[in-house]
């Protein structure tokens, strides 16, 4: 029995397919002490992560050293003054420490803020002015320490600085040697499943990061996430391709996969080379894969090896090409099982297991989510329809896997829960099997000649040309369509920007789109102007 099951309840119809998902948790539900700990105490040897890095460093740790030296950091942030509900700001990349770190923090209570390292000076003001952490761990590398000193000279804060890893850095006490001499043991504080226990920044792709805060029920929500989505086995193997400072790390690297009794791979890295990402996929013998579209794509084009442990993979984060998708499964075997959810939920519709997976299909709604798509005023769309992706709560309960509120937002908060339902802010369709296809954001929808056009699908196609390395979609205005559809380009190596070549990609593109889709206009451009998860800022190439 895995300990999610303690927290659960799982109905299957007559083919063993989950179609129904409850809860049942303690008032003070806390994952460090209920599941991690939990989990200590029953199989303290039982492997919980395996890192390893560029270097060739590698350390397997099983419950019982997370139950250790989550409880020496915790004892160390004590002492510094970190006690249910202070802000503690995690920039921590794939170390390890941020595992001990992470569950360190959910026992004392604090609200954890991971956040990239890729942060610069200007981003961090803007989160310390909002946040206001009472402290911050970080990376000695990539000159975090200094881009942190100089962002603190200019806010009204004044967090505890520790630095992992390192020597002494002037300013930061070394969070790593605290935590050697630190004691093994730690009383439980009290806390509540609704206390605040997470928090990310978005991305702004239009406007300021708004800060997205999580209770101590998140973990939970993530069951689903790992089992039925990921495919995480109980004394497996689970590797996601993130780094800590983005919300997918959540959704692959600790909190499903722990309570479904998976170990986490991580391999810290900062070059992405798909090489060495199948090599570690065979040294280890990873069971279950998640990554973005990006680096499927990497792969089909460099070329997959054989990776015989490997039994199931899935990808989120942006449309999959469908080209991607045959080249990938005819070459492993396996489908590639593709999900939808954002940074304020969890996997909200996914290609679930028991169930085959069609390309390009955000598949079906889990059942922990009641999910219904809207138009304008509020009206169910027929099927086949485009409309809003909105999560109907149930009635008189609490609505797990959605968050709590934006920090200091309370009327953006109001404004996404208008009308009593979570509007994503997503458009969708759903066809005649009853799966779910993604359309686009609202506010990237083009309309054209009197049709609405998602940029995605015709991104898509544009991937495929060879001299495409990156794209995105725009609608500009018209006089004669209202919105012309535009594609801004970046080219790959040994391709020149040139009139033949843009009416190569036209053409090539045109063949295979609806007439009212084509290509107008094409731009190309040396960079992409993106946020800082590696977003492109339509926005910008919009002029908003």
């Known amino acids: 029995m895995s300990i999610y099951e303690k927290y659960c309840r799982e109905t299957f119809d007559e083919h063993g397919n989950l179609i129904k998902f409850e809860f049942e948790y303690p008032y003070d539900f806390n994952f460090g002490y209920d599941v991690a700990d939990a989990i200590a105490e029953q199989t303290p040897d039982k492997k919980a992560l395996v890192w390893c890095n560029t270097e060739n460093e590698e350390h397997i740790f099983t419950f ?18 970190i006690r249910r509900g202070s802000r503690v700001l995690v920039i921590l990349k794939r170390h390890y420490e941020y595992w001990f770190t992470a569950v360190a923090l959910h026992k004392l209570g604090a609200l954890m803020i991971p956040a990239t390292h890729m942060l610069t000076a200007k981003d961090l003001e803007y989160r310390l002015t909002a946040s206001h952490p009472d402290a911050i761990i970080c990376t000695p590398q990539n000159d975090v320490p200094e881009t942190i000193r100089e962002a603190v000279k200019h806010v009204d804060c004044s967090p505890s600085l520790f630095c992992v890893q390192s020597d002494d850095i002037d300013d930061f006490v070394n969070l790593t040697a605290a935590m050697k001499t630190a004691e093994d043991s730690f009383v439980r504080v ?86 060495q990402l199948t090599n570690i996929i065979n040294r280890y013998g990873v069971t279950s894969f998640c990554a973005p579209p990006t680096v499927y794509r990497y792969l089909v084009r460099k070329g997959i090896p054989d990776m015989p442990n490997l039994r199931h993979a899935s990808t989120a984060g942006e449309k999959l090409a469908t080209e991607v998708f045959k080249c990938f499964t005819e070459r492993t075997g396996i489908p590639l099982c593709e999900g939808y959810g954002q940074t304020e939920t969890t996997l909200l519709m996914g290609n679930l297991k028991g169930h085959t997976p069609k390309e390009g299909s955000m598949g079906m709604i889990s059942p922990m989510y009641h999910i219904e798509l809207l138009d304008k005023n509020g009206t169910p769309v027929h099927q086949g329809e485009i409309g809003e992706v909105v999560i109907v709560p149930p009635e008189n309960k609490k609505q797990i896997g959605v968050f ?3 920090l200091d937002n309370e009327k953006q908060y109001a404004y996404v829960w208008r009308g009593g339902v979570y509007h994503t802010g997503d458009a969708a369709w759903q066809d005649e099997n009853g799966l779910y296809w993604f359309h686009g954001r609202f506010d990237d929808i083009i309309k054209t000649g009197g049709f609405r056009v998602g940029p995605y699908e015709i991104e898509n196609v544009l991937t495929e040309h060879p001299a495409v390395t990156e794209c995105s979609v725009i609608g500009i205005p018209d006089v004669l369509r209202g919105q012309a559809i535009k594609a801004v380009i970046l080219l790959g190596d040994g391709y020149e920007p040139t009139k033949e070549l843009e009416k190569e990609i036209k053409d ?21 102007p993106k946020t800082i998860s590696g977003k492109i800022r339509k926005s910008e190439l919009r002029g908003d």
């Open 64 to 81: 019982g050293d997370i139950r250790k030296y989550s409880n020496r950091i915790a004892n160390v942030l004590k002492r510094a003054g």
């Open 190 to 275: 009290p806390t509540l499943a609704s206390d605040p226990m997470l928090m990310y920044f978005t991305s702004g792709t239009t406007g300021n990061p708004k800060g997205v805060i999580h209770d101590f029920t998140y973990p939970l929500a993530h069951i689903i996430t790992a089992k039925y989505w990921q495919q995480a086995e109980e004394d497996g193997l689970h590797f996601t391709v993130a780094e800590t400072g983005w919300a997918k790390a959540s959704w692959g690297k600790l909190y499903g996969q722990w309570l479904v009794g998976s170990a986490v791979m991580v391999y810290d890295f900062d070059n992405f080379d798909p090489k």
């Open 404 to 406: 709590c509120g934006y």
């Open 508 to 528: 090539f593109c045109n063949h295979k789109l609806a007439e009212y889709k084509w290509i107008r206009t094409i731009e190309f451009v040396n960079e992409m």
